[in-house]
């Protein structure tokens, strides 16, 4: 009897439990699901933040806001384009540096997108005082002041030519150390040429460094007609350069010239120093561009550049990056009128071809000096 009615029980209590346990299932399982559509609809939504609809959408301005709660008084460190170690936008790490000002509202497209970047030092209001005709950009290292001094001695110095203002400044990104750092901020006291932003500054941040180059042309300096991004190791004629941007069919708007270069193919090859993976530029070449000694552009290029940017992936040629933003934007760059005058190395100095060109690449600040005193000081004519 007892072993029957404890056979009872168990049968009523296995009647009972299938009921009770699909439900405990079910609920959980719904809830699994439920948070699983959500954690994939932020995904989708976060990795395409340049959508039209999302961001109209106020769910993009509920996101956006608890992302600028997360980094409130933090913002990206220097990023390197590094080919070995790609970073997307939402995987960018964060620092409590108080090198840096606070990131607040913006949106991080990519680590060469120029307004993730500040300026830790600034000469912002020259272009309120002026109206430069020509602002010659040159991106050089902190530490580099022999350079800079080459540069202040000969073609740097010249603020009028054939009638018009130029202005030459100087972009640099972080020091390397606190003592390095003094020195800068002691240069600029004495110069007032320098421009500082808060990216380490290496040459494969060089993309970074042009883009924050653009930034600054466009917010601090849009007054300008032209600019150059010129190298610090050139030669320049500023007296030719300025006589090519007055001849009459030069374009004053949408213009990008210098050393044009075409079907140039991308180097797959890890050693060399021009190496880009295909996961950072997938296209076997480079779309046109112009070579990063030295080019000019119409002033009102480089706000364009800026917004076009954040649509295109980085990589470490930053001349062919401009290149690219140019293509994106429907654009190309134009020949010069004479092409000869855009050169890269010679091989000796003739002061007869120096009266002529406009760039050549140097090999030390000295040189810089020494041919420039020779065609500028020296009597008589150059040819």
């Known amino acids: 009897m007892r072993l029957a009615a404890r056979r009872r029980r168990k049968s009523r209590l296995l009647t009972m439990s299938p009921p009770c346990l699909p439900k ?5 399982f719904k809830f699994l699901i439920l948070l699983s559509m959500a954690l994939l609809f932020l995904c989708y939504v976060h990795s395409i933040p ?19 709660q997360s980094y409130q008084g933090k913002l990206p460190p220097p990023f390197r384009v590094d080919p070995n170690n790609l970073a997307k936008a939402d995987e960018l790490p964060e620092t409590t540096s108080s090198t840096y ?8 497209y990519h680590q060469a997108y120029a307004p993730n970047y500040q300026f830790i030092m600034d000469v912002g209001d020259v272009c309120k005082t002026k109206t430069p005709f020509l602002v010659l950009m040159v991106p050089v290292a902190p530490g580099n002041k022999e350079a800079r001094h080459a540069i ?50 290496s040459y494969l941040n060089l993309t970074i460094k042009t883009m924050v180059i653009m ?27 300025v006589l090519m941007l007055q001849k009459p069919g030069i374009p004053k708007t949408n213009y990008l010239t ?9 180097i797959r090859v890890k050693s060399s120093k ?17 070579l990063g000694m030295g080019y000019v552009f119409s002033n009102d290029l480089p706000p364009k550049i800026v917004a076009i940017s954040k649509t295109i992936r980085p990589f470490n040629i930053e001349d062919a990056y401009i290149g690219m933003c140019m293509k994106q934007l429907g654009l190309a760059p134009k020949p010069p009128p004479d092409a000869s005058q855009f050169q890269a190395y010679n091989t000796e100095y003739n002061r007869c071809q120096y009266s002529r060109i ?22 008589g004519p150059p040819c």
């Open 358 to 379: 406009i760039t050549y690449i140097l090999q030390s600040p000295q040189e810089l000096i020494n041919y420039w005193m020779d065609l500028r000081k020296k009597p």
């Open 152 to 201: 202040r001695l000969t073609w740097g110095k010249e603020n009028s030519v054939q009638g018009e203002t130029i202005l030459t400044l100087f972009m640099l990104g972080l020091a390397g150390g606190a003592e390095q750092q003094q020195k800068v901020l002691q240069e600029n006291k004495l110069h007032h040429d320098l421009i500082q932003s808060n990216f380490v500054d």
């Open 101 to 108: 000002s606070t990131l607040t509202a913006r949106t991080l």
């Open 215 to 241: 930034e600054w042309l466009a917010t601090r300096c849009p007054t300008a007609a032209y600019a150059m991004k010129v190298d610090s190791d050139m030669f320049l004629n500023i007296d030719n350069l």
């Open 258 to 266: 210098g050393r044009i270069m075409w079907d140039i193919p991308v």
């Open 274 to 290: 021009w190496y880009v993976p295909e996961e950072m530029y997938p296209n076997p070449k480079y779309p046109t561009y112009t």
């Open 24 to 28: 405990k299932i079910l609920s959980w």
């Open 50 to 68: 340049s959508s039209p609809w999302w961001e109209n959408s106020l769910l993009r301005q509920h996101y956006q806001k608890l992302i600028n």
